[in-house]
């Protein structure tokens, strides 16, 4: 499953003029994106900064009346009723939009559909799933078609899958190959939204570690243990977890070994029914929420460590995604059309500090 990876600068200048040649269609000034699932909570932080940016969403759904209540926050929005089972729909929904942002869960269910759609409509393909599963095969069914349509599809392009991707990617630098890699992960609380407990219940007893350089089902329980996380949160206690970033990491890294840890209170948090949706308390929608992603890249008795924090992993998700959006668009890429792992598609270290500091903290630490 490893691919390896040369170093991000040596062939930027060709892959990116590459990519330029290999895109779809020329984008405009104003680009259509359409956002399926577009009255869910992660979509509505994606529409906003997609709005941010000038461009035109496409608020694509099955439920008209919900489209139509999402579409009264954004004026320029234009409404596409659509529903997975339809495709005939999916092809009127995504006429006219340069990419697609899928934000439907759960995407067992929407993802080959809506990728689907999006190879027949000769456009770019993202989703914020973080579903292991999902973006295995959205990884392995689509490679060859996506190379062959011109177009890029990038699964799980949010906190879980893409940023913990983006900053392995820049902890291993230079380093063509390390011994392991730690991604550890902090929130102060988590507030599950519907969706993100339907994904839970769905994936239940399918989750896999990477160990030996193979994905496989765990050998027994989720490991226990801590992790030092910078200041100001110190030493946590955490529990192993299975996300995404095992397999966009693996994609694209030449690592035996990729653990991901989490501390212990949220997924308290997850673990109790009774535990409240997240709520605003900001202007932007944003819940109180804080995070830290940690990573640490170990090689020969070495280490590097890269680190994002942040308010609300629903949230930054959409400046996440919509900023891969922008640099597909605009041919930023370090490899040409096909499916491919953000850190494998960008220069993870610019791709981080331009969403700094107005969405998160980026460190980076080579001793």
């Not at 929005?77 to 009127?92: E, F, G, H, I, Q």
């Not at 809506?114 to 456009?123: E, Y």
């Not at 949160?233 to 035996?256: C, F, I, K, M, N």
Request: net charge neutral.
């Amino acid at each position: 499953m490893n691919q390896g990876r040369t170093s991000q600068s040596r062939t930027h200048q060709d892959r990116t003029e590459r990519s330029r040649t290999e895109r779809s269609r020329p984008t405009g000034e104003h680009p259509a994106i359409a956002v399926v699932g577009a009255y869910g909570h992660t979509a509505a932080f994606v529409i906003a900064e997609i709005r941010r940016r000038g461009w035109t969403p496409l608020l694509v759904g099955r439920d008209s009346d919900k489209l139509r209540a999402a579409a009264r926050a954004h004026p320029q929005a234009r409404v596409r009723v659509a529903s997975v089972a339809d495709p005939a729909s999916l092809d009127r929904a995504l006429s006219g939009a340069t990419a697609v942002i899928n934000c439907a869960g759960p995407f067992a269910d929407t993802a080959p559909p809506v990728v689907d759609a999006a190879l027949r409509a000769g456009i770019h393909y993202l989703d914020v799933a973080a579903e292991q599963a999902v973006a295995l095969e959205t990884f392995d069914r689509y490679a060859d078609p996506a190379r062959d349509a011109g177009v890029v599809v990038v699964p799980s392009m949010a906190f879980y899958g893409g940023l913990g991707d983006l900053l392995a990617t820049a902890a291993m630098g230079d380093w063509p190959a390390a011994d392991d890699i730690t991604i550890a992960i902090a929130l102060d609380s988590w507030r599950p939204t519907r969706g993100t407990r339907e994904t839970v219940r769905r994936n239940a007893g399918r989750h896999l570690v990477f160990t030996d350089n193979t994905l496989t089902p765990p050998n027994g329980p989720p490991g226990i243990g801590s992790w030092r996380f910078p200041s100001p949160l110190g030493v946590q206690e955490t529990t192993e977890l299975s996300t995404a970033d095992q397999v966009t990491v693996s994609r694209h890294l030449r690592v035996p070994e990729i653990r991901v840890h989490m501390n212990r209170t949220p997924l308290r948090d997850l673990g109790d029914p009774t535990t409240p949706p997240p709520t605003p308390a900001d202007a932007d929608g944003r819940s109180a929420q804080t995070f830290m992603v940690d990573v640490v890249v170990r090689r020969a008795g070495e280490r590097r460590r890269a680190t994002a924090s942040g308010r609300d992993i629903y949230a930054v998700t959409a400046p996440l995604v919509v900023e891969a959006t922008a640099r597909i668009l605009d041919g930023r890429l370090l490899r040409p059309a096909g499916t491919a792992a953000p850190g494998d598609l960008f220069d993870a270290p610019d791709f981080l500090r331009s969403l700094a500091p107005a969405h998160l903290a980026f460190t980076e630490d080579a001793g």
